[in-house]
């Protein structure tokens, strides 16, 4: 990140440092994360997760889908609603819609961002990702770099086609210059000046043709967000369940969107998953429940481990707001302290009020009726939507940054603090040999411990190179079986943080690590 907008964020900057490029590294060799066909050189914004990765992915899916959809929270302190859970039900909806929806939603006519192309290299950047270094003293070429680039490259791009130090240069966004003033910058990958095009928008939505035959009537689009489906289905679930408004529809899936620079490993893809939960509520009661969700979804972050400092809460400038939520509450996000931001902060979930806006486009579209009628006072209207939209293949990077600990004290150097609940395996049952009763022993154990949870069974290598191996992939518990286990059935637990160690009866496994999984981290 530059030294200039470094010195305008007011964070705080108490988390360590923490290398991206080690983070990538441990993903890829303990089966995390893996670029998508590695073995052709990988695809630029598609990623492939691993072993590891999917567990990990599946269970903040899965804890998502709980707090939503299985044990929605109590409604809101001081209203109607409170000491009740409120209703939320759940939906998988097809990737490929009618396009007439993505007409109606306001996609293909808006969902663009501004891009820059280089006439020499035909690279192609977004405009309000660039960041515009003019030399203080006025003489020089103007260099343009993009935001979140490390202090230490953005020195020797200087030192390579501009003069002196980064402190020389005043940092304006590019989006802010006039395009006249384009002619003095020098790009991000050329020596040569002048060679960027004004911004253009470019639509971000992937499209494919349905059927044999091409053609332009046959095109249709993957969807770039998986909201809209629940308003399609907004009748349907209506007309088909016992929900009355205010209520909720969730959905976790895959989405498309063909990005201009895809970068920061996961953070921005081209196909990643959201999970998106759309609350239909009465317009007069819109504020109550934005505010609600807001509240609810910092807690479910901190709750799975997302340190209070590494969050921050902020409400969108009227500038950033979207079409739907101009008229509204506004949109406010859930932001992550990602190592590639630091100290500033990155988007890991929306809040919006998208008002009735795509209920009435659907149905001015669809020439459906969408409207609803309440059931007691015979009110009819148009339900306000409070959107908590979050990234779930985001939330996996905010996690494993969030648990990257680098220790020189143990042999792997590093270990991953997940919190138990998202950690993908739970335990791993260790014969401290290969031999006699010890793999006998375990082979009992990890068959009566996998009916409850998800665990390890690693027999083979020094005992030192498998805790080592259970420690950077974040394994909370390791449960060691040695010859006095054949004795006295007690076998040790090595907690992955503290590394101690405690002597528990094999039989009381399941029991203590109900408990302990239960325990508080201790952090919030
Ligand atoms: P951004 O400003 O980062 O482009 P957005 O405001 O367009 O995100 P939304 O449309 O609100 O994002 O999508 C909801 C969530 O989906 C985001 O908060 C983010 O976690 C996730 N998300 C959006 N785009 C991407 C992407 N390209 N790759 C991974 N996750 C994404």
Same mark, same amino acid.
């Given at each position: ?16 440092? +923490? ?16 670029? /998508? ?20 992915? %599946? ?44 007409? #109606? ?21 977004? #405009? ?14 103007? !260099? ?27 940092? *304006? ?10 002619? *003095? ?33 046959? +095109? #249709? ?16 679930? !209506? ?42 509520? *009465?317009?007069?009661? /819109? ?65 919006? *009020? ?25 009110? +009819? ?7 908590? /939209? ?32 998202? /950690? ?5 049952? !260790?014969? !401290? ?8 022993? #375990? ?18 290598? %020094? ?51 109900? +408990? %302990? ?8």
């Amino acid at each position: 990140m530059s030294q200039a907008l470094k010195a305008e964020s007011a964070a705080p900057e108490t988390a360590p440092m +923490k290398d991206m490029k080690e983070i990538v590294a441990l993903c890829k060799r303990r089966g995390f994360i893996f670029p /998508a066909s590695d073995i052709y050189g990988g695809i630029n914004g598609f990623w492939d997760f691993g072993p590891l990765g999917v567990e990990l992915k %599946n269970n903040l899916r899965d804890l998502w889908w709980k707090h939503m959809v299985l044990t929605p929270p109590l409604g809101p302190e001081g209203t109607e609603y409170a000491g009740q859970p409120v209703e939320i039900v759940g939906l998988d909806s097809a990737i490929i819609q009618n396009p007439k929806a993505w007409v #109606a939603s306001g996609h293909v006519g808006g969902f663009s961002d501004p891009m820059v192309d280089c006439r020499e290299t035909k690279l192609r950047y977004r #405009a309000d990702h660039l960041l515009v270094y003019k030399p203080k003293s006025g003489d020089g070429p103007w !260099l343009a770099i993009m935001e979140n680039t490390e202090d230490d490259e953005i020195e020797k791009r200087i030192k390579k086609v501009g003069k002196g130090k980064a402190a020389d240069y005043e940092v *304006h966004k590019l989006v802010d210059l006039p395009a006249a003033e384009f002619t *003095h910058i020098i790009g991000p990958d050329t020596k040569t000046v002048g060679t960027l095009t004004e911004p253009k928008q470019f639509n971000l939505m992937f499209h494919t043709f349905i059927g044999a035959t091409g053609g332009d009537e046959n +095109k #249709a689009y993957l969807r770039p967000e998986t909201a809209q489906g629940i308003f399609l289905n907004f009748k349907n679930v !209506l007309d088909s369940s016992r929900v009355r408004v205010p209520f909720g529809i969730a959905q976790v899936g895959k989405a498309f969107r063909n990005e201009v620079n895809p970068r920061n490993f996961i953070f921005r893809s081209r196909e990643f998953e959201q999970m998106e939960m759309e609350w239909f509520c *009465h317009p007069n009661e /819109a504020k109550i429940w934005r505010e609600f969700w807001f509240q609810e979804r910092q807690k479910f972050w901190r709750a799975i481990g997302l340190r209070s400092d590494n969050l921050r809460m902020r409400d969108h400038d009227q500038d950033e707001l979207s079409h739907y939520a101009k008229e509204g509450l506004g949109t406010a996000d859930i932001e992550y302290r990602f190592p590639f931001t630091a100290p500033d902060f990155g988007e890991l979930e929306g809040i919006a *009020h998208r008002c009735d806006f795509d209920l009435t486009q659907h149905q001015e579209h669809s020439k459906v009726k969408l409207e609803y009628m309440d059931p007691v006072t015979q009110e +009819k209207f148009f339900p306000h939507v409070i959107e908590p /939209a979050a990234g779930l293949t985001r939330g996996v990077l905010a996690l494993l940054t969030e648990g990257f600990t680098p220790d020189p004290n143990r042999p792997s150097g590093v270990y991953l603090d997940f919190h138990p609940s998202v /950690a993908p395996k739970k335990a791993a049952i !260790l014969p !401290l040999t290969a031999k006699d009763e010890h793999p006998v022993l #375990a082979t009992k154990l990890y068959m009566e411990v996998r009916e409850h949870f998800n665990i390890d069974l690693d027999i083979k290598q %020094n005992i030192g190179k498998r805790y080592a191996r259970q420690d950077e992939i974040g394994t909370p518990f390791c449960f060691t079986i040695d010859d006095q286990t054949v004795q006295d059935k007690t076998l040790t637990v090595r907690h992955r943080n503290t590394m101690k160690q405690d002597r528990i009866n094999m039989d009381n496994v399941v029991e203590y690590m109900q +408990k %302990n999984m239960l325990l508080a981290t201790g952090r919030g």
